[in-house]
């Protein structure tokens, strides 16, 4: 087994779910690539270093140029604030690393189009954490979808709710209420919660043609934690739109974060000529399954409990039956992307399937401006 040597930045939320990932994944996948927790990198010692004890990291860097000119690390995962994306990664690209970088690729489009370039110049492994295709039965949604199971595709919709945001006394700015500052962020729910249910929409479902949007920002001011002044609140509190995906099929996405009683709350329906499929986060080991092909007596909705040996990811854990969770997406993820690593095939989504979801996010938010239906920019290469 050949080491790869591991430097995290960012040693948060998404910290603690990618160093659980690279410390699990050679126990549960035969890979060629071992990941080593090399060095974990944040601006605040003191966190990182408590981070790098609880974790095992081998050591600690509190700047991440100093992280990115270190010889001894072969993948740099990115962490960070959704503004620190692009010129981590670029820099990284220009290192030679390979890397990881949690969604959304950036803050714009304009933002993360330099990111793909970068890494597509340095030729360096590539990937955006879009971890939820990872879930074993969002992968099995893939897989009866591309056996045309489905036949023709007519409706997806999709939503993520939260409520965390209600209390108007609540700061913006800072450790994981950088979400609520828009320079931080650049967008709001559309960037931070959409993303992922418009990266799963595009894989499952291809590209979408035009959008229809309306956002809202429900509280206008909040004190921030940078400058400790009250400011003007930048980003979208809540936002619906309506879509056409190019294969012909109609779509509504919802997402807000005032949605009382919803702590993360993402579904997603999909209808077709001969069946559909319905997934809840809150039962992530389960897919609604309703198939017309059925005999007329016996049709109606399957709750496919996804825990067999031959359902996606499943036969590296534990025996058919027992439940994995939203942790495993990560490992899972992380095991595709150092088989694509080994193979030379790389895991999707890479930096430039990611430009995709970016430019749907710019869409919506133009459309929510504009009062228009927008079209969606291309990001395929030339
Ligand atoms: N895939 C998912 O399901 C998912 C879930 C949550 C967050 N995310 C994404 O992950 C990224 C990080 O989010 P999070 O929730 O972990 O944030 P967080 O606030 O919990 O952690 C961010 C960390 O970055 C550190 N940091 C900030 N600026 C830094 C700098 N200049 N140099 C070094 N360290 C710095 C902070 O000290 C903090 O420890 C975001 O892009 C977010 O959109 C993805």
């Known amino acids: 087994m050949k080491q ?17 990932a690279h410390r699990k994944v050679g126990n549960f996948f035969n890979l060629e690539y071992q990941p080593v927790l090399k060095a974990i990198c944040d601006f605040n010692a003191e966190k990182a270093g408590a981070f790098a004890k609880q974790w095992g990291f081998e050591s600690v860097e509190t700047c991440w140029k100093a992280l990115l ?6 993948l740099i995962d990115i962490c960070l604030p959704n503004n620190l994306h692009a010129e981590v990664a670029i820099a990284a690209a220009k290192a030679g690393k390979m890397i990881i970088c949690e969604k959304p690729l950036a ?9 793909v370039k970068a ?7 590539n990937l955006v954490s879009f971890n939820y295709r990872r879930i074993p039965a969002v ?4 897989q009866l979808i591309t056996e045309g199971r489905l036949g023709k595709i007519f409706h997806y919709r999709a939503k993520f709710l939260q409520d965390w945001t209600i209390s108007k006394d609540l700061p913006q700015g800072g450790d994981a209420l950088w979400r609520l500052d ?21 894989w499952l479902n291809g590209s979408i043609n035009t959008v229809n949007a309306m956002t809202e920002t429900f509280i206008k001011e909040r004190k921030s934690n940078i ?16 879509c056409r995906f190019a294969n012909g099929s109609l779509a509504t996405f919802e997402s807000t974060r005032y949605a009382r009683g919803h702590k993360a709350l993402y579904t997603f329906e999909i209808n077709g000529e001969h069946a559909s499929i319905f997934w809840d986060l809150h039962d992530l080991h389960r897919l609604q399954w309703f198939d017309h092909k059925d005999e007329g007596k016996l049709r109606g909705w399957r709750s496919i409990h996804v825990t067999d040996g031959d359902h996606p990811y499943m036969k590296n854990w534990w025996v058919p039956g027992l439940n994995v969770g939203f942790e495993h997406s990560f490992v899972h993820q992380l095991a595709d992307f150092l088989t694509g690593v080994a193979t030379g095939k790389p895991a999707s989504p890479t930096f430039r399937e990611a430009l995709e979801t970016q430019y749907v996010c710019d869409a919506v938010l133009k459309s929510a401006k504009t009062c ?11």
């Open 4 to 20: 790869l040597n591991v430097g995290l930045i960012g040693c948060g939320f998404m910290g603690r779910t990618h160093s659980n």
């Open 69 to 74: 000119a270190r010889k001894d690390i072969d």
């Open 107 to 115: 803050r714009d489009g304009k933002e993360a189009a330099p990111m």
């Open 119 to 125: 890494v597509e110049k340095a030729g360096v492994p």
């Open 139 to 142: 992968t099995l949604a893939k």
């Open 182 to 202: 828009v320079k931080a962020a650049g967008s709001g729910v559309t960037g931070d919660l959409l993303a992922h249910c418009i990266d799963t929409a595009l």
């Open 227 to 242: 400058t400790g002044k009250v400011e003007k609140v930048g980003i979208d509190d809540a936002c619906a739109f309506l």
């Open 372 to 382: 228009r239906w927008e079209k969606v920019k291309q990001a395929k290469a030339q």
